[in-house]
């Protein structure tokens, strides 16, 4: 079963808690803090693998979730880091946040840690300085990383062959590369895109047999972005006409069908080297439909064949050799470079605002130090204060009207301001 998109939730681990604790061997003087720090959580991460064709194995998943870190321990013990998990993808998954909609990786070799464990929360023993030399706390575990993914698997191949339904594509890959499509004589045979390696004297390339296009595709209508996905990964779009007109079909306006659905798409498709492959050539009238294109567009590159037959595969095969080989060469001449402008924003890392009388302070910051705060030791409360004050929430609640003693609520926990 070919499966191309799936929706998952990942849950990184959270990390190991720090310990609280001290020395306190009969003979051992001024011991002093020996809290461990907890271990960091484990990360997920997507590792590209090339024997994979289809992303079937996470349809069974709902969510992934990662080990937590082990916590720290007295005696200077800290704690184990939790293991990664690994998923192992297809090459040419893109990754996005649904939420967000923003793209987090796009694997086409390699990997990529999706969502980040959370550090170990730190002992007592990190915490103490000259001026406090036995502090009576430590940090809980960081949380890890929650987020809900869509992976899409986008085919990696050199050739596409786009075209109508029925035009011959799955044919044409069966007879030039090891692939075994299914061909039958009614639409939509292909209803995913398969892969093929061609052989040219000592070169090889790889072929897709993308589904079927038909209008309207760009907005949806029959196998539509799931056809067209695909495409934008190929190097070289090889269109594949019925010039035999087998079913009645005009080669003109089947041609401008797909131009039509690709510039909709993505113009871009268009710039990328294209060629005309006019199939059924051994049918009554092609060579009459053939005349009339190339009347049409004089410009285009055309290779007559008969797939059926075996008859023009040759030349074809040597020119889309030849133009795979071209556009591998003007990739590897560009240099990417990347320029980045960092700007500073006076920007807050949190927002308050009143709902209901009570005043409410939000920040992905703020909640993770408050996630790590152990709120059973008065010196973390007291840490927990300062770092606030020190980030402006003080200073900002004033600002806004709080008064002393009005209610604060930091998640799903409330407390009492203090000027």
Not at 246 to 275: A, F, M, Q, T
Request: charged residues 30%.
């Amino acid at each position: 079963m070919f499966v191309d998109e799936v929706v998952i939730k990942l849950v990184a681990g959270k990390g190991g808690d720090g310990c609280t604790s001290f020395r306190r061997e009969k003979f051992v003087a001024m011991g002093g803090p020996n809290g461990g720090n907890g271990g960091r959580g484990a990360s997920i991460i997507f590792r590209t693998d090339k024997s994979l064709k289809t992303l079937i194995d996470l349809k069974v998943k709902k969510i992934i979730k990662a080990d937590k870190g082990i916590n720290g321990k007295g005696s200077d013990q800290n704690g184990a880091n939790a293991e990664d998990v690994i998923i192992k993808v297809p090459e040419g998954t893109v990754v996005t946040d649904t939420k967000t909609g923003k793209l987090i990786c796009d694997l086409t070799s390699g990997e990529y840690v999706v969502a980040h464990g959370g550090r170990g929360g730190r002992g007592n023993r990190a915490f103490a300085t000259h001026d406090n030399p036995a502090p009576k706390m430590s940090e809980l575990g960081e949380p890890g990383e929650e987020l809900e993914v869509k992976c899409e698997l986008k085919v990696l191949a050199d050739v596409g062959l786009v075209g109508l339904p029925s035009v011959g594509k799955s044919t044409l890959l069966s007879q030039i590369s090891n692939a075994s499509p299914k061909i039958a004589s009614y639409h939509f045979t292909t209803l995913s895109p398969n892969l093929g390696v061609v052989k040219v004297y000592d070169d090889t390339f790889v072929m897709a047999d993308l589904p079927g296009l038909i209008e309207g595709a760009s907005e949806g209508v029959g196998l539509g972005h799931k056809f067209l996905k695909h495409a934008e990964r190929t190097k070289v779009i090889a269109h594949v006409i019925d010039m035999g007109s087998s079913e009645g079909n005009d080669p003109i306006k089947d041609y401008e069908v797909i131009i039509n659905e690709l510039k909709k798409y993505d113009e871009s498709l268009l710039n990328r080297p294209n060629i005309i492959v006019a199939n059924k050539m051994d049918l009554d009238g092609a060579q009459n439909n053939l005349k009339l294109f190339k009347e049409k567009y004089p410009e285009l590159e055309i290779f007559p064949i008969s797939a059926l037959y075996n008859d023009g595969i040759k030349e074809l095969i040597i020119e889309l050799n030849r133009l795979v080989k071209e556009s591998k060469t003007n990739e590897e001449n560009i240099i990417n470079e990347s320029h980045i402008l960092y700007k500073y924003e006076d920007k807050k890392p949190f927002r308050v605002y009143k709902d209901n009388n009570i005043w409410v302070v939000e920040g992905d910051e703020i909640e993770r130090l408050f996630k790590m705060t152990r709120f059973n030791e008065d010196e973390s409360v007291i840490r927990f204060g300062r770092k606030l004050k020190g980030m402006g929430v003080d200073a900002e609640l004033e600002k806004m009207g709080a008064k002393r003693g009005d209610e604060v609520k930091i998640l799903d926990y409330i407390f009492n301001f203090k000027e």
